[in-house]
């Protein structure tokens, strides 16, 4: 399943929305922002 995802985000007929990045130090942050439903799109937290 996981590859006919990556296929379909490939062939452009996916285009997923991010609505925001976190370093993952703010994961507190990031889980704030979903809760209050400030998200509109993915809410990503890197890992760096």
């Known amino acids: 399943q996981l ?3 990556l296929e379909g985000v ?3 007929v996916l285009d ?3 609505d925001s990045i976190f370093a ?3 994961a507190a942050k ?3 922002h ?3 439903a400030k998200n509109i799109g993915k809410v990503l ?3 760096k």
């Open 45 to 47: 937290l890197r890992f």
């Open 3 to 5: 590859q006919r995802i």
């Open 34 to 36: 979903i809760h209050d």
């Open 16 to 18: 997923p929305v991010i």
């Open 24 to 26: 993952v130090e703010d």
């Open 30 to 32: 990031a889980h704030q």
């Open 10 to 12: 490939k062939a452009g």
